[in-house]
Structure formats: C-alpha cells, structure tokens
C-alpha cells in the first residue's frame, strides 16, 4: 500500500473524529442556550444532547479501517462521516419544568471547554502536518 495513501487516511480519520466531536459539541452548545434562554418561562422542560451517546453510536456505526483495539477506550478508526441534523437526538430532562440555571451554565462550560480542546487537537494537527511538510525539503 502506498505510504502517502496510508497517511492520508491516519490523518484524516482524527480529523474526522474531532469534527464530528465538534459538531456534536455545537449541537449542545444550541440546546443549552436555548434552556438558560428559556430559563423564566413557565413550564418549559430543559433538554440536552447527550453527546456521549450519540459520539459513541456514531463511531460504532462508521465505517473505517479494520484496527485492532488493544484497550476498551481507544477509539475505532472511522471515515468522514457526512453532516448530520442533531435536533432529531435532543431528550428532555427528567424533573420539574423549571431550569436550573446553575446546573445549565455548568454544562455550557463543561461543554466549551471540550469545544476547546478539540480546537487545540487540530491546531496540533496542522502543526504536525506543517512540520512534515517542511521536513521533506
């Protein structure tokens, strides 16, 4: 197998779980909002996006190339997957129909802060392509 074709698909296949994962993260980024949004009007019942559940299932069901996992927690080898609607994946919080601003805002910047990081990731990313590419002069 060529060695450029090999590497391609490597880098492209983080750069496809951390875009999913920021999707995922902007997805919950809107739900959020609109619950602190909402948080004075009678009888509206919070919601979230339960990200782990869906980044989980959406790995699972991606196709990718046969890796072997030598630890439950390393993640499979996945394709780009295409754009995806999330609204369809919001679930309402059980309790009261009122919304705990507190607990909102923590998860807006729990959620941020995961936004973050996969930001860091590809800036890492293109650093690390950066590098390899004026190595090769």
């Known amino acids: 197998m060529n060695h450029l074709l090999i ?5 492209d296949q983080t750069m496809a779980v951390v875009q999913r994962s920021m999707d995922l993260r902007t997805a919950r980024h809107k739900v959020l ?4 949004a909402n948080v004075e009007t009678p009888d509206y019942v919070s919601r979230d996006l339960p990200f782990q559940k869906i980044f ?5 069901n991606a196709p990718g190339l046969a890796m072997k996992k030598t ?14 609607d999330f609204s369809a994946e919001v679930e309402e919080d059980p309790g009261p ?14 959620n941020n802060l ?9 800036i890492k990313k293109f650093e690390a392509l950066k590098t390899a590419l004026s190595e090769t002069r």
């Open 97 to 110: 129909g009122s919304v705990n601003i507190d607990e909102q805002m923590a998860k807006l910047a729990e």
């Open 33 to 36: 909002s609109s619950n602190i």
């Open 7 to 11: 590497g391609k698909k490597l880098f």
């Open 71 to 84: 630890h439950p927690r390393h993640l499979p080898s996945m394709e780009d997957p295409p754009y995806r």
């Open 114 to 122: 995961m936004f973050q990081a996969g930001v860091h990731v590809l």
């Open 56 to 60: 989980e299932r959406t790995l699972d």
